[in-house]
């Protein structure tokens, strides 16, 4: 699970760090309740329905989690490529 | 008096919610305090042994609502510490034989007698934590700096918060510098960062804990003990005093300050 910066300088992350980051996901699973199964589903019905109206670049749209004191933010980062194409 | 009750849970068993408990009834009561605390632990007493009070049991919660003895006769004058009193819970029953409203009515008839009401929740989330949640003005609660006592602590952040009884106060038991030192151990900023509450108080490790508590001996009372500190000064904030918190990393030997230069 090391980072590229960790494996070029060798520096190995102490456990206290990686208890951290650990709860960062754990936590956010358990507050939302979704698995990372239903994230994906939910991107792909995100993409589905804003590229009926415009044009989005579905390949690098982000979909993340994140916090606001103990409430969670979904945020959705979505590349607009321009109007929908009129087929 | 108009009691004030606060409730001590962690959601993870073995955190040291029953020390704190006990501890935080002792330095309130040094202060003058009237205080009562309650053994919410239905069928798994023991509030009583840490106090030091197991041998004078005769009524406890359970008899209490249910109407076998008035609630004077349950409560346990603590001999050493003027002002201090137990209500223990029963061993013999399980916790449904008390339910959220007879502890709102429990704790709304020692309200005008007590400047502060003190319940020992048990761990979990069931009937037992909703009972000890039900009349709480402030719920406290603990974690250790280990992943699973912080994962289980945001749990019950969290329903606390949904029942309304938030902001929930922390409190983070058994930090043991060393370790944090060495990064072997979650640091009390990053425990803060990841369950977003406000930290009431930190208690370092202390193998004299364990001591005092063998002798049925508050720590809190001991004032040469830094853990007791870290107590004491937590029952002065909720008093309203305004105390810093310890600085841990003083605790360092005379190597370890040198090597630390001037960090903290």
Not at chain 2, 164 to 185: F, H, S, T, Y
Request: net charge neutral; with cysteine; charged share 30%.
């Amino acid at each position: 699970m090391s980072s590229f910066i960790d494996r070029i300088t060798g520096r190995k992350r102490k456990s206290g760090y990686q208890a951290k980051e650990r709860l960062q996901l754990v936590l956010t699973h358990d507050r939302t309740n979704l698995t990372s199964d239903v994230i994906e589903t939910m991107k792909d019905e995100i993409i589905d329905v804003i590229s009926r109206h415009i044009s989005i670049d579905a390949e690098t749209v982000r979909i993340d989690f994140n916090k606001d004191g103990r409430q969670q933010r979904l945020i959705a980062d979505i590349p607009v490529i321009g109007p929908r194409k009129r087929r | 008096m108009a009691g004030k009750v606060i409730t001590v849970t962690s959601g993870k068993g073995g955190v040291g919610k029953t020390t704190i408990a006990a501890n935080l009834g002792a330095a309130l009561a040094a202060v003058g305090k009237q205080v009562v605390c309650i053994d919410a632990d239905i069928g798994l007493r023991n509030l009583d042994i840490v106090m030091g009070l197991e041998n004078r049991i005769v009524y406890d919660l359970v008899d209490v609502v249910e109407g076998r003895c008035r609630l004077r006769q349950a409560m346990i004058r603590d001999k050493r510490s003027e002002g201090l009193y137990l209500i223990p819970a029963a061993q013999t029953r399980d916790k449904t034989a008390v339910s959220p409203s007879d502890m709102i009515k429990l704790c709304n008839e020692l309200r005008p007698d007590f400047d502060w009401i003190i319940i020992d929740s048990p761990a979990g989330i069931e009937r037992g934590f909703r009972n000890a949640i039900a009349p709480a003005d402030v719920v406290l609660v603990v974690t250790n700096p280990e992943i699973s006592a912080v994962r289980d602590a945001d749990r019950i952040i969290g329903i606390i918060e949904s029942e309304e009884k938030g902001p929930a106060q922390l409190i983070i038991n058994r930090i043991d510098q060393n370790m944090v030192n060495r990064g072997d151990m979650i640091t009390q900023e990053d425990i803060v960062e990841l369950l977003a509450v406000g930290l009431l108080g930190i208690i370092p490790e202390d193998e004299k804990v364990i001591v005092s508590t063998n002798q049925g001996l508050p720590i809190a009372l001991d004032d040469k003990n830094l853990a007791g500190t870290a107590l004491r000064n937590i029952s002065k904030r909720l008093l309203g005093e305004e105390v810093s918190l310890l600085d841990l990393s003083n605790k360092r030997g005379f190597f370890g300050k040198i090597f630390a230069g001037g960090r903290q």
